[in-house]
């Protein structure tokens, strides 16, 4: 009898181990999966001035998204365009940092089919107690495969 109790708590324990290796390895793999689906990342810097006159920039350097001058209670406004280049579909991710990130009205995921090209609107909220001055961040653009679930 003793053997075979015995025996049961080396299976028990095998079983607990193996389990235990299993959940670990899909843990390890959960958090790289971001590494296995990401293609791409960008940084594009973004500026605006809070003014008393409103004032667009008109420069074409997509190298940078400037805004331009708003003055109070107004707002402003930018096209993007972006496209996949490649023959999959993506997923865009965007995000804004800095002391601008608050001011900004922008859609955070983006799908694209293969070699899609879209127009971006990126705009700021109403403007009412900002404080004067220069606001600037960094536009992140994560590029990922598309993975259907």
């Known amino acids: 009898m003793e053997k ?5 708590n080396k299976l028990m324990l095998f079983v607990a181990i193996s389990l235990l290796v299993v959940s670990l390895i899909a843990f390890i793999i959960s958090l790289n999966m971001d590494s296995i689906t990401s293609l791409e990342k960008k940084e594009i810097p973004i500026t605006i001035k809070i003014d008393n006159r409103t004032a667009l920039n008109m420069s074409k350097n997509e190298s940078i998204l400037n805004l331009g001058s708003v003055a109070v209670s107004n707002y402003a ?10 023959s999959f ?11 601008i990130a608050p001011l900004m009205i ?5 799908i694209f089919e293969p070699n899609e ?4 609107l990126f705009r700021t909220k109403i403007i009412t107690n900002e404080s004067f001055g220069e606001y600037s961040g960094t536009l992140l653009i994560r590029i990922k495969k598309f993975i259907e679930e």
Not at 89 to 99: A, H, L, N, S, W
Not at 106 to 110: A, D, L
Request: charged share 30%; net charge negative.
């Open 4 to 8: 075979k109790e015995n025996n049961s």
């Open 77 to 86: 406004s930018r096209n993007l365009t972006i496209s996949n280049d490649y």
């Open 89 to 99: 579909k993506t997923v865009f991710e965007f995000d804004i940092i800095g002391d």
């Open 106 to 110: 922008f859609q955070p995921v983006i």
């Open 117 to 120: 090209k879209k127009d971006l």
